[in-house]
């Protein structure tokens, strides 16, 4: 925390290779409820990467049941590599998405 700033999240979700029956519910389920109960009004953006066309068709589907403002949190994006270099540094962002950090295999 930092007095005086404003603190937001970007969360993002690659589902490259990702259908519906291989949708990890039990994690986004898990990431919703600690968002919402812990972060409350923190999250910036949800970007969802390398959507495939079931998940989009999915969200299209749901879509109508959210808020202006839930809406408006929740972007599809099908080029990463385009939208990264946009946001942060390049070191930060990993090679596969358009970023010049290596990919050191370790994942928290």
């Known amino acids: 925390w930092l007095p005086g700033k404003v603190e937001s999240q970007v969360v993002c979700i690659d589902l490259d290779k990702v259908g519906v029956m291989s949708l990890p519910m039990n994690a986004l389920k898990g990431l919703v409820s600690t968002l919402s109960k812990h972060y409350v009004g923190r999250m910036y953006r949800m970007y ?3 959507p495939p066309w079931v998940i989009h068709t999915a969200y299209g589907i749901i879509k109508p049941l ?3 403002r839930q809406q408006s949190k929740i972007e599809f994006v ?3 590599a385009e939208l990264f270099p946009k946001m942060m540094a390049l070191h930060l962002v990993p090679e ?3 970023g010049t950090r290596k990919d050191t295999g370790k994942y928290y």
């Open 48 to 50: 969802c990467l390398n």
């Open 66 to 68: 959210l808020t202006d």
């Open 78 to 80: 099908s080029k990463p």
């Open 96 to 98: 596969a998405y358009g």
